[in-house]
Nanobody, 126 residues
Framework: QVQVVESGGGLVQPGASLRLSCAASGFTLDRLHIGWFRQAPGKEREGISCISRNGGTAYYVDSVKGRFTISRDNAKNTVYLEMNSLKPEDTAVYYC???????????????????WGQGTQVTVSS
């Protein structure tokens, strides 16, 4: 059974940085595609970024390109989302999710992911 747990959210001012962590258990990262998603009140959940089981990054949504970076630490079985130059519109609950499918690349589509964390709140406000 795969479990993922997010951490690192908080309240920050516009322009600040945060690093979210997604700790996986049950499978090692070389067997998992990991995706980061967010959901703001009244909006649909959207894919932000993902990293494939082979370590290649396949996806960043346009609104975060150049500001967010996904990475992973295989020794810690943890995926990170480094978020810089945060904006108020980045405010949302952020989720990570795991996909065990054997496809070559990860995807930013929520429906492809089976295992979800509980989410961590990120609030960007002055």
């Amino acid at each position: 059974q795969v479990q993922v747990v997010e951490s690192g959210g908080g309240l920050v001012q516009p322009g600040a940085s945060l690093r979210l962590s997604c700790a996986a258990s049950g499978f090692t990262l070389d067997r998992l595609h990991i995706g980061w998603f967010r959901q703001a009140p009244g909006k649909e959940r959207e894919g932000i970024s993902c990293i494939s089981r082979n370590g290649g990054t396949a996806y960043y949504v346009d609104s975060v390109k150049g500001r967010f970076t996904i990475s992973r630490d295989n020794a810690k079985n943890t995926v990170y989302l480094e978020m810089n130059s945060l904006k108020p519109e980045d405010t949302a609950v952020y989720y990570c999710a795991a996909d065990t499918a054997l496809r070559r690349f990860c995807t930013g589509t929520p429906g492809f992911y089976t295992y979800w964390g509980q989410g961590t709140q990120v609030t960007v406000s002055s």
